[in-house]
């Protein structure tokens, strides 16, 4: 998504799993930069990459809306909650006319 035409629609904060001492699962407040370029869409964590793995978070979440819903272009996303989340967040705001995007 290194297109120039990529441009930043936000910051939230999402709650996503998180792995802490013991194997024990809880939920942390991760912020996500949220950017659109022509054809889809990206959320970047911004947490270091060792803090990323303890969440099980790529570099980056990609997705595209499509017909009314969020889609990710992996098959099986663990991280497609925190997609939706981010979706749900950007019509919340209105940040972004979401509901026009092919």
Do not use: C, W
């Amino acid at each position: 998504m290194e297109n120039t035409n990529t441009i930043k629609l936000a910051s939230f904060e999402v709650d996503v799993p998180y792995k802490g001492a013991g194997n024990v699962i809880r939920q942390r407040s991760v912020v996500f930069d949220v950017f659109r370029d022509e054809t889809q869409f990206k959320a970047v964590p911004q947490l270091p990459e060792e803090e990323r793995r303890k969440a099980s978070l790529p570099e980056e979440l990609l997705f595209f809306y499509e017909n009314g819903k969020p889609r990710s272009p992996r098959k099986l996303d663990g991280n497609f909650h925190i997609i939706e989340e981010i979706v749900a967040k950007l019509k919340q705001t209105s940040v972004l006319d979401i509901s026009s995007t092919a």
